[in-house]
């Protein structure tokens, strides 16, 4: 997603707070000059914080200005390989909380939260019960429902949703249409933008798309 022949005006470091549980760990982009506002930003099902899609936005965002902290999710730290179990979902979401709060302490300005596919269902359904946790929720490529079953939505947590968002999305997505997108954001009583990535799928080709109608996008939900 970012420009290789840009020169990186951000800097990367290994992060980790386990004060408290869940632990947070993974790593932290800092900007070059005053960090204006903060991004937690996670993985999906099958991958980790390592994820190139993932490097690409938070070294994008970084460059605008924002502290990106790129986390992995609870069950991850579990084990290295593998997809989360449902059962735990309601830890990982407890480990973006923890990831919040820890980018707060760094940050003078408001955190929001996203992430890639699992990740940013998990971090939708934790602002639709605490929507004053995070100022907006960045989601890319969203899953709306398992492949070849569009009649198994996960959007039963979007009415509750009052926190703006940014959908980014590939029309070659097998997890939800752009149409079936469309009629998702109805759901959600807050402002929604989309992104759409034209023949992308659900890897976002892996981060090898221009990220800057992203960056301009998402700083467009904020009122300042």
């Known amino acids: 997603m970012r420009d290789v022949t840009a020169p990186r005006l951000s800097s990367i470091e290994p992060f980790e707070d386990a004060s408290a549980g869940p632990a947070v ?35 994008a965002f970084a460059r605008a200005g924002f502290t990106v902290l790129r986390c992995d999710l609870p069950f991850r730290h579990a084990r290295a390989v593998g997809p989360p179990s449902p059962a735990g979902a309601a830890r990982d979401r407890a480990g973006l909380r923890r990831a919040v709060s820890a980018l707060q302490s760094l940050v003078r300005g408001r955190v929001s939260l996203g992430g890639h596919s699992y990740g940013g269902r998990q971090a939708s359904i934790l602002l639709a019960e605490e929507p004053a ?38 029309s070659r997505d097998p997890f939800g249409s752009l149409r079936e997108l469309g009629e998702a954001r109805r759901l959600i009583p807050a402002r929604t933008v989309l992104v759409p990535v034209d023949g992308a799928g659900h890897d976002l080709a892996r981060g090898r798309i221009p990220v800057t109608p992203v960056v301009e996008a998402f700083r467009g939900l904020f009122p300042d």
């Open 25 to 59: 760990r993974g790593f932290l982009h800092r900007p070059a000059g005053p960090p204006r506002r903060g991004l937690v930003l996670t993985h999906g099902a099958g991958s980790d914080c390592e994820a190139p899609l993932l490097l690409a936005v938070a070294d």
């Open 133 to 170: 946790l995070a100022e907006a929720l960045l989601l890319l490529a969203y899953p709306l429902h398992p492949p070849r079953r569009p009649d198994q939505w996960r959007t039963g947590h979007f009415p509750a949703l009052r926190t703006s968002a940014l959908f980014v999305h590939g």
